[in-house]
């Protein structure tokens, strides 16, 4: 009987900090990610800002629950997308649905990729969750035949620079990630011309 009560409160608590979470994300599109405060958080919620410590100890907690609820969001698209069995296609259609991701909400990106809070370091248990969204494109790599940790470098940052002019000079528009395929294809075909030889 106990372990049941325990299950339920338990319950009970991970739906109240999702509860949290999700009204921190909606104050960080109203203020940025780096905006965002603990007092404006519990006006949000209707509570006193002393009672947020009952669920996360610190805001450096908060940005960790929010970092590992970004990445579990990015993996949840990535396995609900059905890739093409031709590599390089593949290649394409992973890069295509993390670009989309990134710029359908930008705090979330910024969280999860620029480290715009100099306090905040994700968790080891939040980290592995972004190693594994990134373990899924270095496998979508490996089977185009791009296995050299500088070239999935070198790609990751093709691609991060072409979100991050995105959303600074053309948010909303397409005039940087319409480059995409065309890039991504250049550095395949670098990436493979390189390895042949």
Known sequence: ???????????????RMAEIVAAAWELAHED??????????????????????AYFESKD???????ADGNRRLLERLDATELPPDPRRAVDTWLRVFVDFALDDTP???LLFLRPIPSFQP???SYALAEAAMATLIDVLAAAGIDDPGDVDCLVAV????????ISNDPGGTRWVRHLDRLVGLYLDD???RSST
């Open 1 to 15: 009987m106990i372990g049941i009560r325990g299950g339920a409160v338990a319950a009970r608590r991970a739906a």
């Open 32 to 53: 940025g990610i780096a905006g965002l405060t603990l007092h404006a958080l519990a006006r949000r919620l209707g509570i006193r800002q002393p009672s947020l410590y």
């Open 61 to 67: 907690a908060l940005y960790d629950a929010m970092f």
């Open 108 to 110: 979330r990106y910024q």
């Open 123 to 125: 968790s080891a248990e």
């Open 159 to 166: 691609v991060a620079g072409l979100v991050d002019a995105q």
């Open 191 to 193: 990436a493979a011309r």
